[in-house]
């Protein structure tokens, strides 16, 4: 029986800011690390926060106008006007909430707040998530491969609830130079029997590894290198989704 190991590496930073490199800062961290420097067929994981502030995505509350819309919202679910207007602007719809959040329809991801987050911003601000966060994937690498010579594959994460559960995991919405989702339908399982509907979220996976190191307060660590796992390279192939009336919870609940 074969056996499957890798190395996950915790890249501890300074506070990053606008502007900031972060591929110059995750190389600087990977020298005190076993890792020491991008090798290739490494995944870079990044947090979602940290790459949005360096790209600029930072919202003041206080210059905020609310609309009516907002302001209704505000009220219904008990969270600041300003945020509500924030998350009206980064949602294509909003579908419900409890008190201090709206449930979001954003980037083909059902999000609290559309991914809006206070925690770990300056008193005021609130981060978004990246604009687009398949091309932030692929500017980063195409960042390391410039300046190190190696194709790195990255990804993006963020953190996500489950349905009837506590607690938080790893959800990747951004990825460069890997196949995030894999198609098992045609393998047989340890009975002979056909897979018709398996595939698996590796990227979700490796998100949720990341998660162990990165942690969610205030540990500094806004990435994490995995050596040595076999990803499936993929150029250009983002995340896949499905329409809400495909999913099988969100489908029945809109029934």
Known sequence: MSSLTFSVFGLSTPVLKEGDSIVSACADALKDTPAKEFMEGDILVL???PLAVTEGRTVHLASVTPSPAAKELAEKYQIDAALAEVVLSESDEIVGGVPGYLLAKSRNLFLPNA???????????V???PKNPDESAKRVRDEIRAKFGCDTAVLVIDSRTHAMRLGVSGVAIGVSGLRAITDERGKSDLFGHTLHVTRRAIGDDLASTAELLMGESNERVPAVLIRGYPYQHA??????SIA?????FLGMMRK
């Open 127 to 129: 981060t978004l998530l």
């Open 235 to 240: 150029e250009d192939e983002g995340i896949a």
């Open 47 to 49: 947090a979602e926060s």
């Open 115 to 125: 991914g809006i987050d206070e925690s770990n911003a300056p008193e005021g601000y």
């Open 244 to 248: 809400p009336e495909e999913d099988l």
